[in-house]
């Protein structure tokens, strides 16, 4: 094994970490800054504006194995990326924050939509493709969503019609240049562990699963921690969720809807088996208006054994 270039890729790992970490405070004080200049909630913010920029490291890497020739890391880091959303992120941030309350009235009519539009990719996928006109139910879908959720804002929140530019420029820059930042780090975080994963011939698949999964999350991490440190814990369940519809609902219907997407079902049962019970377990805690600690146990439970699944497989 090559020591020098271990060192070097373990290097740009952790000043990408430093980075990503240190941009995130940043972000989360310019996203609660703007929402409340336009009178948005901090749900909604998370959901939407955090979610799709914090979304780009998944896509970019999603992208660059598909332009590549590599098929199965796209779908891997997609699948691998929800995972790391729905089980251990929403875990982790139980644990910290112990008993959250979430309550955003935003919510009360969309959950069980909501459950139904983060489950029709994996309903879509049974067959092992993906086609064009699954790609156009998957992407109006997603439209027809966010519109509901808009107009409930609209409704029942502060939206403000005109906002002046002078109001929300600092929050907008300070966002932006965080989120740069972030997107840098994020890049050169999942580039050092794909090298170093390579040096131990570990399948494409399986990386895109696991370390790209992970990696690539860092900033939806680092994000969700600080603003439930801070008392805005919306704001990170509103990421989480918001990156998972992203990806596995619109980058998947956009993808499909320009290059039909295949994979064998043997490869992905486990995966999907493990995001639909994620996926069901929060929504109910959302239902419940409520995560504890011992949820946070329960969806780090279920992570760690799809892990163990996934390593089982690769193992055989």
């Known amino acids: 094994m090559d020591y020098y270039s271990l060192t070097f890729n373990t290097v740009v790992i952790l000043v990408s970490l ?4 240190k941009a995130a405070d940043l972000v989360v004080y ?24 914090a979304s780009m490291p998944e896509v970019i890497s999603s992208l660059s194995g598909l332009f590549a020739g590599h098929e199965e890391m796209m779908i891997g880091a997609i699948l691998g990326n929800n995972m790391v959303h729905m089980a251990l992120l929403i875990g982790i941030l139980a644990l910290v924050g112990k008993n959250m309350k979430i309550e955003s009235p935003v919510l009360e009519k969309s959950k069980f939509l909501m459950w139904v539009l983060l489950l029709l990719p994996i309903a879509l996928f049974l ?9 156009l139910v998957l992407i109006l879908c997603y439209g027809i969503y966010m519109g509901f959720l808009w107009h409930r804002e609209k409704k029942i929140g502060k ?16 966002f932006l240049g965080s989120l740069l930042a972030m997107l840098m780090a994020g890049r050169w975080l999942v580039i050092g562990a794909i090298n170093i994963a ?20 860092i900033d939806d991490f680092a ?36 290059r039909p997407i295949e994979m064998s079902i043997k490869t992905t049962w486990s995966s999907f088996l493990f995001l639909g019970i994620s996926i069901s377990l929060v929504v ?15 969806m780090i439970g279920i992570y760690a054994a799809f892990i163990a699944v996934e390593v089982w497989k690769f193992s055989f």
Do not use: C
Not at 18 to 21: D, E, H, T, Y
Not at 127 to 135: A, C, E, P, Q
Not at 198 to 217: D, K, N, Q, W, Y
């Open 18 to 21: 430093f980075i990503i970490l």
């Open 30 to 53: 310019g996203v609660s800054g703007y929402a409340k200049k336009l009178g948005l909630s901090n749900y909604l913010a998370g959901l939407v504006i955090v979610s799709v920029a």
């Open 127 to 135: 067959d092992g493709k993906l086609g064009r006109i699954d790609g």
């Open 159 to 174: 939206l403000k019609e005109k906002v002046h530019f002078k109001d929300i420029w600092r929050y907008s820059l300070i």
């Open 198 to 217: 390579e040096m131990s011939r570990i399948p494409t698949f399986f990386i895109a699963l696991t370390i790209i999964g992970v990696g690539s999350a």
């Open 223 to 258: 994000i969700g921690i600080r603003s439930v440190l801070q008392g805005k814990q919306e704001i990170g369940i509103g990421d989480a969720l918001g990156s998972i519809l992203n990806e596995l609902v619109l980058f998947f219907g956009i993808v499909a809807l320009i």
């Open 284 to 298: 109910l805690f959302l239902r419940r208006k409520r995560i504890t600690w011992k949820d946070g146990l329960l």
